[in-house]
């Protein structure tokens, strides 16, 4: 389908908007070392954002048709969040805590919106991702290299980590659609060669880079994460070659990572060493306090499980008896400590019936050789690194991981709604073509 070519005087406020939102997530959070009126430059930043995003959906508050069902969930939560201020006055951690989570519905509401009504939107926030990350990338190797920072300053190390996991999801499902669609008219599409061929591959140089500084850093959940998502981009794919290829992906990619595990000391000792409280398979692992925190929480809950104690209360609960550790690193138990068994039902839910839609986009797309493969892939890879970040991390707190997530999973639904509609547009109901409408009867 010929689209325009980009154009910035043609960009509108919502798409300016949601730039914007990928703007400020590639700075991670180095605008908290500033501070305005006793806030940091990041509560600033997310302030901004939220009353910008929000902005520009009230000015044509619309979904598409079919997506309030998708969203439902994730809106009822963020409401639930907020009727915890009936019996819990948060501080400022539940204020920014706040602000990050309606402004990710807002913008992944946006994102649908906009990107329903402009496919090559889509493509093109996934480029500004992919572009933007360039700058934090070098700019943290060089702080790396310089020896400012270690790997075991997990409190700088953790947030690049955390943040690059949406830039792989999409640098990998752009490597995939370099040779998408495979047929065109029936027949396979022409294969690249040579020169093309070999610059197909960027992507995963890029992928292999950004993990080498990931590494560097010494981010375990992250390079774990790192090493699944090779593999799954495949695996995707649902056929038996993809799902084949991705097997042996991930059998060499486990191999290689045991080796280097078990002959780099530095990384060992963050695996190994230190805190090894927590156990998997029998293994100890290095826990860095996990455990104390989660055992905290969870005997501290009490009768509060229904609805929760109140947003932010895991962290100030934390901060009163484990000082200066500040988060729970397991967004599933703070859901559940904050929100209680309602809250975390509601964003399991969620996120259940985004795959769901998600993967029945992903297989028409196959089907029907359309475009959207690459978005709809893209916000699958992103919500599993996310998804799987939160079981020890504090993803959901952080408006530069959880923005960018916002607006990939949201041009995913605008772009599969968009795709959906030329298909019953192409293919009217059959029965349309043999019954004739019934004439009104005076």
Known sequence: M???????????????????LVVMGCTIDFSRQISIAGVSGLGALTLVAAGAVWSAWLLRPVLPKGLLPIFLPLILFVLDSMGTLLWYRPGMDGVQLLLVGTTTLGAMM???????????????????????????????????????????????????????LTVIAVTLATWRGSAWPEWIDGRPAPRKHGFKWLMSFWPVAWTIFVAFVVGLGLSRTALVIIALLIPLCLIYRGNFKGISAGAIILFLGGSSFAALLFSYQPLYDRFFKEDASLKVGGVSINGSGRAHIWALLL????????????????E??????????????????????DEGVLGLSLWLIFVTGFTARTMSNLRRSIRNQTPDYVQHLAAL?????????????????YAFVMFPLAIVMGSSLGLGWHYQKLEREMNPPMESAFFEPVPHLK
């Open 110 to 164: 946006l994102a649908a919106r906009e990107s329903a009504a402009d496919p090559a939107l889509a493509g093109r926030l996934r480029t500004m991702i992919m572009a933007t990350s360039v700058f934090p990338v070098f700019g943290w190797l060089g702080v790396l290299l310089s020896g400012r920072v270690s790997g075991v300053d997990t409190n700088l190390t953790r947030p690049f980590a955390l943040y690059v």
């Open 2 to 20: 010929p689209t325009e070519p980009f154009s910035l005087r043609r960009l509108t406020l919502p798409q300016a908007v949601l730039f914007g």
């Open 316 to 337: 100030d609960i934390i901060n009163k008896y484990l000082p200066n550790i500040g988060q729970p690193h397991n967004d599933y138990l703070r859901f559940f400590y």
């Open 381 to 397: 890879l992103a919500l599993t690194a996310v998804s799987l970040s939160m079981l020890t991390d504090n993803s959901y707190c």
């Open 299 to 314: 005997n501290t809950i009490h009768d509060d499980w229904p609805f929760g104690k109140g947003v932010s209360a895991s």
